[in-house]
């Protein structure tokens, strides 16, 4: 039996109305959670540097009468545009019960060609604006009495995927970032997961990398043989941002179809 991706969103109500904040929610998986969310009824603030991607993103969820989500174009590099953000977005919304760390980029590389140059601009997408985005809105969390942040890692290093050695250094940290704050926010009921996609079938990955060779590895890797789809790895964030997972922290929850 395959699911359909229109039948895979459970319905929380303790997401209705609960404030949350994305990055990299413009495309691909952060633009699935963006609308799942919404679909979900949660007021919803992301930012991208994609402007033209989020622009349509949010054309399109408001011409099919759903609220339109707060959206700022930011380049995550910028920690100080990245907070910005963060406050403007709580100024008009109100303070973040949710935030998803999401943004990402899994540019190939070499371990021959990477300069000290390659390798600040490589972490400073995929490994430093999570911590800061945290930094952000903990304050708030506290103020609410708690929240639920969720850190998107990667199977890619636990697969020892070898085409990008520091993009695998940036998400093997992740799990140490979620279990290094687990317990110090975890006194104000704040929880701090990771959820681990596999490879997942957004249009950068179909476009760029899934050649006979890729289909091949799916087939041989997965356990199933459906290909995970961006609304996937959205229905395991849902889980957790909503009060339905409000004793679990600190952990890693895989979303690979078994291939890790």
């Not at 935030?99 to 590389?109: C, I, K, Q, T």
């Amino acid at each position: 039996m395959t699911t359909s991706s229109s039948s895979l969103t459970a319905s929380y109500p303790s997401l209705r109305d609960r404030r949350v904040f994305i990055t990299g929610g413009g495309s691909g998986i952060g633009a699935a959670m963006v609308e799942a969310f919404v679909a979900q009824g949660a007021k919803v603030a992301f930012i991208d540097i994609a402007e033209g991607a989020s622009a349509a993103l949010v054309e399109s969820l408001k011409a099919a009468g759903r609220t339109a989500p707060w959206w700022r174009c930011c380049d995550v590099r910028d920690i100080g545009a990245l907070q910005a953000a963060i406050r403007d977005a709580a100024a008009e919304l109100g303070d973040f019960e949710v935030l998803v760390n999401n943004v990402a980029s899994d540019d190939r590389h070499t371990l021959e060609a990477v300069t000290p140059g390659y390798w600040d601009e490589r972490m400073a997408i995929n490994e430093r604006p999570a911590f800061f985005a945290i930094q952000a809105v903990a304050a708030g969390m506290q103020r609410l009495g708690g929240g639920s942040i969720v850190n998107l890692g990667s199977t890619g290093w636990q697969t020892k995927a070898g085409e990008y050695p520091c993009y695998a250094i940036a998400k093997s940290s992740v799990n140490g970032l979620t279990r290094g704050l687990a317990a110090s926010l975890g006194k104000d009921r704040i929880r701090v997961n990771t959820v681990s996609p596999g490879w997942v079938m957004t249009e950068r990955q179909v476009q760029l990398w899934l050649t006979a060779e890729g289909e091949q590895a799916i087939a041989r890797n997965q356990c199933l043989p459906d290909k995970l789809q961006p609304q996937d790895v959205a229905a395991m964030v849902l889980f957790l941002a909503a009060d339905d997972g409000r004793m679990c922290t600190a952990q890693e929850f895989v979303v690979d179809a078994g291939w890790s």
